[in-house]
C-alpha cells in the first residue's frame, strides 16, 4: 500500500451528502451494527478527534483490506480501493466530518482543509496496523476471494479512468501534482514576507527584519531544486537526481557560462527550467538503466544522468525556458495592461467552469513562474472573485427559498467556509445542483474579477506571493506595486463587488417561477441530494431534487482545490 502524501486537485469535489442530523446519538456516523468495527478500538483514540473520524471512515470503505493506497492534499484524503462496491457511500458522507466525496481514479474523500492533514495519518496508522495484525494471523482460505474482488476493483477503475481522463488532463493533474505540495510553503513564506515588509516600512525590529528576509526568500531562491525533486519524483525517476539536475539553475557559478551567445544568469529558466531538466534527468536514467550492467548501475547511471541533463539545462533549457517565463509575464502583464475590466471579466468569470473541467491545474505553474519572477502573481486575486459570487449567491438563495429547510441549513453550515474560500460546499452543495444559480454566481466573479483588472489597467497591480488561499484568507498575501492599504482597499472593493452582483444576479435571475414554487414545497430534507451527480455534469437549470445539506467546513486553512 502506498501512504506518500501528494497534494494534487483531481476535480471538483461532490459535498451533497445527505443530513447528518438523523445519525444516532446525533454522532454523525452509522450504527456500528450495520458496519463492521474499525481495526483501531475507540478506547485508544484518547479524545483524538482525527482518530475517532479515521475510526468511523474507515469501515465504510471496505475495512483496511480494501486500502490499496492513501494519500491527500490540501481538502481530500485519496484511497485506492480494491472493490468499489464495498463503499458504503451514504454512511460515509453522513460522518459530521466528511464534505462530500468524489469518485474519480481515485476514491475522494472531502474533510476540509486542517481537517485531512489530521485524519488521514491517522487512517494511515489503522491500515497499517490492519495489515501487520493480517500478516501475523495469516489468511489463509481467503485468497481466492479477495483476488477476485481485487480484479473486479481493478476492471472497475480501468473502465473510470479509460472512460473520463484523457492524456491532456492526465498530464495536467501531474503538473498540479509536481507544483502543489509546494503551496505550503509558499504560503508560509508569503506571510513571512508580508510582515517583514510591514515592519521594514514601519521602521520597526530593524536587527530582526534581515534574519526574516531570509526565512521568506530561502525558499523560492531554492524552489526550482524543489521542483526537480517532485518531477522526478512524479515521472518514476530518482527523486535526489531530478533536484540535482534542477539545482543547475540555481547555482551562482552558472554566470560564467555562456549560451546561444549570451551569459546566463543564476535563476534564468526558474521553474519550467527545473521541470524540464528534472523530466530530462528521469527519460536519461532509465535509458541507463535498461543497457548498463547490474554491477556497474549504481556507478554510471547517476554519473551519466547528472552529466547529461545538467550540460542540456546549460547550454539549452536555461536560456529557452528563462525565454518562456519571461513571455508568461509579459502576457500576463499585457493581457491585464490592455484588457483590464474586460480581461478581468472574462478570467473571473470562466474560472469556476475551468475548475470544473479540471483545466485549472494548467495555471499552476504559471503562478509560480509570476511569484518567482516578481514576487506575486496578479492572476490569482482576479481568479478568487469567483468565490465571491459564489457566496453571494448563497446568500440570494438563502432568502429565495425560504421554506427550504435543507438548502439554508446547507448554506448556513458552509457559508463561513466560503467567506475564507473553501468554496466547495457551496459549489458542489447549493449553486451548481441547482443550474441557474452557478451561472449567475459566475456572473458575480466576473464583476469582482473586471474591478481588480480596472485597477490594474489605471495602474494599481495587485497580487498575491502565494497560491491557494483565497477570499478573507489571500488578505495576509497581498502585494503589489503600491502600499499595502492601497491594494488591500482594491481587493475588498472586488470582493463586495462579487458579493453583491452574485447576490442580485441570483436573487433576480437565479430562479424561475416553477422552481421556487417546487424548491419551496419540500420543507424536509431529500435522502437522494442532486449534489450527488458527478462534478462534470452540466448544470440542469429547473427544479428536480434539492441539494442536501452539507456538513460546516470550520477550518480556516487555506483551501487547494479552486487554484
Wanted: glycine share 14%; with cysteine; proline share 7%.
Amino acid at each position: 500500500m502506498s501512504t506518500e502524501h501528494t497534494d494534487s486537485t483531481d476535480g471538483p469535489d461532490n459535498t451533497g451528502g445527505p443530513d447528518n442530523t438523523g445519525s444516532p446519538g446525533n454522532s454523525g456516523s452509522p450504527d456500528n451494527t450495520d458496519t463492521p468495527k474499525s481495526t483501531g478500538a475507540s478506547k485508544n483514540a484518547g479524545g483524538n478527534p482525527g482518530r475517532e473520524a479515521a475510526e468511523a471512515i474507515l469501515p465504510l470503505v471496505g475495512g483496511a483490506a480494501n486500502v490499496t493506497s492513501v494519500t491527500h492534499c490540501m481538502t481530500r484524503m485519496r484511497l485506492g480501493l480494491a472493490d468499489r462496491s464495498l463503499v458504503q457511500d451514504e454512511p460515509l458522507k453522513a460522518l459530521p466530518q466528511v464534505m462530500g466525496v468524489v469518485d474519480d481514479d481515485t476514491y475522494q474523500i472531502v474533510l476540509g482543509p486542517g481537517k485531512v492533514a489530521r485524519i488521514t495519518p491517522e487512517f494511515e496508522s489503522l491500515v497499517q496496523a490492519a495489515e501487520t495484525a493480517e500478516s501475523r494471523t495469516g489468511t489463509a482460505g481467503a485468497g481466492s476471494t479477495a483476488d477476485e474482488l481485487a480484479a473486479e476493483g481493478a476492471a472497475i477503475r480501468a473502465a473510470r479512468k479509460e472512460k473520463n481522463a484523457t492524456p491532456v488532463k492526465l498530464m495536467l493533474r501531474r503538473i498540479a501534482n509536481i507544483f502543489v505540495p509546494l503551496i505550503p510553503a509558499l504560503i508560509g513564506c508569503g506571510i513571512v514576507a508580508g510582515i517583514n515588509g510591514l515592519l521594514t516600512n514601519a521602521g520597526w525590529l530593524p536587527s530582526l527584519t534581515p534574519a526574516l528576509t531570509a526565512v521568506a526568500s530561502g525558499f523560492m531562491s531554492l524552489i526550482a531544486v524543489f521542483v526537480g525533486l517532485n518531477t522526478a519524483r512524479e515521472f518514476g525517476g530518482t527523486p535526489v537526481l531530478g533536484g540535482a539536475a534542477a539545482a543547475v539553475i540555481v547555482f551562482p557559478g552558472v554566470a560564467d557560462v555562456s549560451a546561444f551567445g549570451e551569459k546566463l544568469a543564476p535563476g534564468q529558466g526558474g521553474v519550467l527550467g527545473a521541470l524540464f531538466a528534472a523530466l530530462l534527468a528521469v527519460y536519461v536514467e532509465k535509458g541507463c538503466r535498461r543497457v548498463v550492467p547490474t554491477a556497474l548501475d549504481v556507478l554510471v547511471t547517476p554519473t551519466v544522468t547528472v552529466l547529461v541533463a545538467g550540460l542540456v539545462t546549460l547550454f539549452g533549457l536555461m536560456y529557452v525556458c528563462g525565454e518562456l517565463a519571461t513571455g508568461i509575464g509579459h502576457l500576463a502583464n499585457w493581457l491585464l495592461q490592455h484588457g483590464g475590466a474586460a480581461a478581468g471579466f472574462v478570467l473571473g468569470g470562466l474560472f469556476l467552469p475551468l475548475v470544473m473541467l479540471g483545466l485549472h491545474q494548467a495555471l499552476i505553474p504559471i503562478h509560480t513562474t509570476l511569484i518567482e519572477q516578481d514576487g506575486f502573481t496578479v492572476l490569482l486575486p482576479i481568479l478568487a472573485m469567483a468565490g465571491a459570487g459564489q457566496v453571494g449567491a448563497a446568500v440570494a438563495i438563502y432568502l429565495r427559498l425560504h421554506r427550504n429547510t435543507s438548502v439554508r441549513k446547507t448554506i448556513r453550515s458552509a457559508l463561513p467556509a466560503g467567506f475564507l474560500g473553501v468554496g466547495e460546499p457551496l459549489i458542489y452543495g447549493v449553486s451548481l445542483p441547482l443550474g441557474r444559480p452557478f451561472i449567475t454566481a459566475c456572473v458575480g466573479g466576473a464583476f469582482g474579477g473586471g474591478i481588480v483588472g480596472l485597477f490594474y489597467q489605471l495602474g494599481t497591480s495587485v497580487g498575491s506571493t502565494a497560491i491557494g488561499p483565497s477570499g478573507w484568507a489571500l488578505f495576509p498575501l497581498l502585494k503589489g506595486n503600491h502600499g499595502l492599504g492601497a491594494i488591500a482597499a482594491i481587493y475588498a472593493v472586488g470582493l463586495a463587488a462579487g458579493y453583491g452582483v452574485g447576490f442580485l444576479a441570483t436573487y433576480f435571475f437565479g430562479f424561475s417561477k416553477q422552481m421556487l414554487t417546487d424548491l419551496n414545497a419540500a420543507t424536509e430534507p431529500e435522502t437522494a441530494p442532486a449534489a450527488a451527480t458527478p462534478p462534470t455534469t452540466e448544470p440542469r437549470p429547473g427544479s428536480g431534487p434539492e441539494p442536501a445539506p452539507a456538513p460546516a467546513a470550520t477550518s480556516a486553512d487555506p483551501p487547494g482545490s479552486l487554484v
